[in-house]
T-cell receptor, first 112, second 110 residues
Framework: DAKTTQPPSMDCAEGRAANLPCNHS???????VYWYRQIHSQGPQYIIH???NNETNEMASLIITEDRKSSTLILPHATLRDTAVYYC?????????????FGKGTKLSVIP | DSGVTQTPKHLITATGQRVTLRCSPR?????VYWYQQSLDQGLQFLIQ???????AKGNILERFSAQQFPDLHSELNLSSLELGDSALYFC?????????FGPGTRLTVL
């Protein structure tokens, strides 16, 4: 699976959009981009995933650049409950195991 | 609430002991994954079962083993415990690509 690079920490004002970047310059054609978050010591929570098209769900939007070498997770209106560590994970879509390789992620702090 | 349950929530035990952690996946999910989260190693994949069969192995020690039962619940067995095994242990179940994590079991080895 391709390696990802994320900033270690970010701040965002409550009510504003939080834009979390992820670099995955070695991504290959069959690898998806996944985002998970972990609030304090709770179990990680799935947010969204995509291959090459932008994706949106009730939690967030995922913007993937045309060359697929980077992506941005957008939380449109951040709340205090969005304070968490956000993990960007790249993983192949082959049959069998979809185990996740977590890096250090980005610690997002939403500030009142 | 992800729908995945784990018991117990907390476990305190002594070095050299053996413990069993239990995971009940979401209804209908055939895959169960186990992860360990320690302060120095972060979140690491241990092992995956799919419909009762071992599917993939990660950084799982030989002292650790797991199984998945016909009702799809899974157990992670940790034996000859060491201080360094103190960690959060998460299981996740999956219908396919996305994984849904349980609340974890916090293991403290004294």
């Amino acid at each position: 699976d391709a390696k990802t690079t994320q900033p270690p920490s970010m701040d965002c004002a409550e009510g504003r959009a939080a834009n979390l970047p992820c670099n995955h310059s070695t991504i290959s054609g069959n690898e998806y981009v996944y985002w998970y978050r972990q609030i304090h010591s709770q179990g990680p929570q799935y947010i969204i995933h995509g291959l090459k098209n932008n994706e949106t769900n009730e939690m967030a939007s995922l913007i993937i650049t045309e060359d697929r070498k980077s992506s941005t997770l957008i939380l449109p209106h951040a709340t205090l409950r969005d304070t968490a560590v956000y993990y960007c994970i790249v993983r192949a879509s082959g049959a069998g195991s979809y185990q996740l390789t977590f890096g250090k992620g980005t610690k997002l702090s939403v500030i009142p | 609430d992800s729908g995945v349950t784990q018991t117990p929530k907390h476990l305190i035990t002594a070095t050299g002991q053996r413990v069993t952690l239990r995971c009940s996946p979401r209804s209908g999910d055939l895959s169960v994954y186990w992860y360990q989260q320690s302060l120095d190693q972060g979140l690491q994949f241990l092992i995956q079962y799919y419909n009762g069969e071992e599917r993939a192995k990660g950084n799982i020690l030989e002292r650790f083993s797991a199984q998945q039962f016909p009702d799809l619940h899974s157990e992670l067995n940790l034996s000859s415990l060491e201080l360094g095994d103190s960690a959060l242990y998460f299981c996740a179940s999956s219908p396919g690509r996305e994984q849904f994590f349980g609340p974890g079991t916090r293991l403290t080895v004294l």
